[in-house]
């Protein structure tokens, strides 16, 4: 997904220290570094196209969104890549995840983003992880990321599944997704704001395969 190549490149420019870290997630592992490149783009979208307030810029929220895997860095790739369901003891190491992310920007210029990082898999009905943490701990900022990492998740190929491709099931996934964590208004314009999106992404997908269909039909 493309959405907004360009202002991800300006952005990532604007930032070596960014490139330092997206460098090292392509490095370690493909499907993180497209998970968090997906998640960042989301993030993005649903604040630009929202124009609500969350707390973070759009520029802050890419930011957000490509870091708050980042401790996945430190997970085995046979366990990020597996294509079974985890052991008891794998999800105990899947689970450290946000708190190795929230240790790994300490002292950076990402410092302050660490708590986006830590809370990602928290979700306002007090379930998710780390365990313990405090349900205001869940601020917009925090449901921004957490919202945009479970839509990133069904729009990409996983190990063990593939990704969901029909719009009508990606409209269905992205309402139950966002209403976990927004009501009202604010749910509504972030639907709105993703499906527009995905919306735009599914028509050049289309007209992509319409235009190599046509030039293979020429041959």
């Known amino acids: 997904m493309h959405m907004i190549a360009e202002n991800a490149l300006n952005i990532a420019l604007e930032h070596n220290s960014l490139v330092l ?31 609500k ?28 890549d597996k294509r079974h369901s985890l052991t008891e003891r794998e999800w105990e ?35 998710g992880y780390p365990i313990g943490l405090p349900p205001e701990a869940l601020d917009d900022r925090v449901r921004l990321i957490g919202s ?13 599944r593939r990704r969901i491709s029909n719009f009508d099931l990606i409209s269905q996934e992205v309402k139950a997704v966002v209403e976990m964590y927004f009501q009202g208004e604010k749910a509504e314009a972030v639907i709105a704001a993703v499906l527009e999106a995905v919306s735009r992404e599914h028509s ?16």
């Open 93 to 127: 190491v899947m689970e450290k995840h946000p708190v190795w992310g929230h240790e790994y920007v300490q002292g950076t210029i990402f410092q302050s983003l660490g708590d986006i990082i830590l809370h990602h898999h928290r979700l306002p009905d007090g379930s």
């Open 21 to 51: 870290v997206q460098k090292c997630l392509y490095a370690r592992n493909l499907d993180l570094y497209r998970h968090s490149v997906l998640t960042a783009e989301i993030a993005w979208e649903i604040v630009v196209g929202t124009k």
């Open 204 to 219: 050049t997908i289309v007209n992509t395969e319409k235009l190599d269909r046509m030039v293979g039909g020429c041959r």
């Open 53 to 80: 307030d969350f707390g973070l810029s759009a520029t802050q929220a890419y930011l957000a969104g490509m870091l708050h895997d980042v401790g996945k860095l430190f997970i085995q790739d046979r366990i990020l």
């Open 148 to 160: 945009a990492d479970k839509i990133a998740a069904f729009l990409e190929d996983r190990p063990y």
